[in-house]
């Protein structure tokens, strides 16, 4: 019984099981431990009165609306090592004694503007190891006395100028391990308590829009860096690539302001056409392209509502930044859609607006009619010739095939012509010679025969003969040549108008 003494101790002196205390989760005192259990949502069951919870290295997706609504004394929160995708506006507003805020490893993509109502306790908040690409204006707005805000290890690749608006007691900002090429002076100018920055292995962009935080280290803002958080790092331009921002001189930390081409300045386009309007902008940093529709101010009517008068489909009357193309789209155009526009560029270098005009026709333009087509006869198809307009309104691919065909039917023609031709010259070249064009064959039965008579056969084996035809004249009709033009010839029988002729007799 001695020995069981200790173990009696040890088990009056274990917090009591809460009767509450949801199935598989241990919890004690005002601590509950969730973590590690593969839930995909909030355990139903938690005491109200708990202030210490623990829901990491789970699953959940999401924070169901409600889910952590009786749950007001809550004092820290962990959510991390989940796969919180979105956190929806207000999903903590029921915590308003919260501290602390753990949701590093998550999948968040963007913080909408009131995700964290209601937080005006939070002393500490885990955004590090996201998704996370832009922080919006006003995104902490709520969080007056957060003196940590981790952001390390995301993908965050621009800052808006009021992003961190409202944080005057913030005392540590993680920004490194990010995709941020540039920070604006603005964007630090809340953070009135700030004692630790850090902007490490970020692509910093070191222009003259970074000029401002070389100069603010150099000058006072070493005490916020350690030896470490010093080295910002430039990765661009190729010239500054893989040097130190704070040894770059100022002198090298250049822009160049925007240039823009819009071609055309003026369209007149009919009801119902699309249209696309290319807005080309150099510059570097590269400059951000937006088109606005310039509104049009009428006498004696409000700015606000001429705002609305000039907008058009398409278009916000505050302009529509462009995705990078420099184009402006424009569909199926309609009156509203004429007016004045502005396309603009900016970069840290500054701002160049060029001005476009765009005319709408009110009337719709009636189509073409064509003339009724002949009436062929039956299995003949209509001729195109290439200069009309039937053959213009055929596709592409047709039309290039109708070409090679007739290119083709050409070749072949003078392929056969050149064949004809130097077959006629073969020919000519084995004519016998003046003076052998008559031979006198005797097979000693039917008489002479000339080469009139002879006709060339090639029998299946390509071997060629000379057959006597006797149904053929002795001599090939034409022309006879008076003796006056020939002359006197020997061998030869009055009457016949020959040149002299060599006579063969062949015997079989």
């Known amino acids: 019984m001695a020995h069981?003494?200790?173990?009696?101790?040890?088990?009056?002196?274990?917090?009591p099981r809460s009767k509450g205390c949801p199935a598989a989760c241990r919890c004690y005192s005002a601590t509950v431990e969730c973590g590690a259990l593969q839930l995909r949502v909030v355990p139903q069951g938690i005491p109200p009165g708990t202030q210490t919870l623990f829901l990491q290295d789970n699953s959940i997706a999401r924070l169901e609306p409600g889910a952590l609504a009786p749950l007001v004394s809550l004092r820290h929160l962990y959510l991390h090592n989940n796969s919180l995708h979105a956190l929806e506006s207000g999903a903590f507003r029921a915590q308003p004694r919260l501290l602390e805020l753990a949701l590093t490893g998550n999948r968040l993509r963007g913080l909408r503007r009131g995700a964290f109502t209601g937080l005006a306790h939070l002393r500490v908040l885990y955004l590090a190891g996201n998704q996370l690409a832009r922080l919006l204006d006003f995104t902490f707005l709520h969080l007056p006395r957060l003196q940590e805000l981790h952001l390390q290890e995301n993908s965050i690749e621009l800052l808006e100028d009021q992003a961190l608006a409202g944080l005057s007691?913030?005392?540590?900002?993680?920004?490194?391990?990010?995709?941020?090429?540039?920070?604006?002076?603005?964007?630090?100018?809340?953070?009135?308590?700030?004692?630790?920055?850090?902007?490490?292995?970020?692509?910093?962009?070191?222009?003259?829009?970074?000029?401002?935080?070389?100069?603010?280290?150099?000058?006072?803002?070493?005490?916020l860096l350690s030896s470490r958080d010093k080295k910002i790092m430039c990765a661009e331009p190729p010239r500054l690539a893989l040097q130190s921002l704070l040894d770059v001189s100022g002198s090298s930390l250049i822009c160049i302001p925007p240039s823009v081409h819009v071609e055309p300045l003026e369209v007149t386009a009919n009801l119902g056409e699309d249209l696309r309007v290319a807005c080309q902008a150099s510059g570097y940093p590269q400059p951000l392209v937006t088109w606005r529709k310039v509104p049009q101010l009428r006498e004696n009517q409000p700015q606000t509502q001429a705002q609305l008068e000039g907008w058009a489909p398409g278009l916000d009357g505050h302009g529509a930044p462009d995705t990078g193309s420099g184009m402006l789209f424009l569909t199926n155009i309609t009156l509203a859609h004429a007016g004045k526009y502005e396309?603009?560029?900016?970069?840290?270098?500054?701002?160049?607006?060029?001005?476009?005009?765009?005319?709408?026709?009110?009337?719709?333009?009636?189509?073409?009619?064509?003339?009724?087509?002949?009436?062929?006869?039956?299995?003949?198809?209509?001729?195109?010739?290439?200069?009309?307009?039937?053959?213009?309104?055929?596709?592409?691919?047709?039309?290039?095939?109708?070409?090679?065909a007739i290119a083709l039917l050409a070749l072949t023609a003078l392929l056969l012509a050149a064949m004809i031709c130097r077959r006629r010259r073969r020919r000519k070249k084995a004519r016998a010679p003046p003076g052998e064009g008559t031979l006198f064959v005797n097979d000693y039965s039917d008489g002479p025969c000339t080469f009139a008579q002879l006709e060339e056969l090639r029998d299946e084996r390509g071997h060629e003969m000379f057959v006597i035809d006797r149904s053929k004249p002795l001599f090939v009709e034409g022309p006879v040549e008076t003796p006056e033009d020939v002359g006197t010839t020997e061998g030869l029988a009055p009457g016949f108008g020959l040149p002299p002729c060599v006579a063969y007799e062949i015997h079989c």
Request: hydrophobic share 45%.
């Open 4 to 15: 069981r003494a200790p173990v009696l101790l040890l088990l009056l002196l274990l917090p």
């Open 169 to 223: 007691s913030l005392a540590l900002l993680d920004l490194s391990r990010n995709q941020l090429g540039t920070i604006s002076q603005e964007a630090l100018q809340p953070l009135a308590s700030l004692q630790v920055l850090r902007l490490t292995e970020n692509p910093w962009r070191c222009d003259c829009a970074l000029h401002w935080l070389g100069a603010w280290i150099k000058e006072g803002g070493q005490r």
């Open 343 to 404: 396309c603009e560029a900016s970069n840290a270098g500054g701002a160049v607006r060029v001005p476009f005009s765009l005319l709408v026709n009110a009337t719709r333009p009636h189509p073409p009619v064509s003339p009724a087509p002949a009436v062929l006869p039956d299995g003949h198809e209509p001729q195109h010739e290439e200069g009309s307009m039937a053959f213009r309104a055929l596709g592409l691919a047709t039309q290039t095939a109708i070409a090679a």
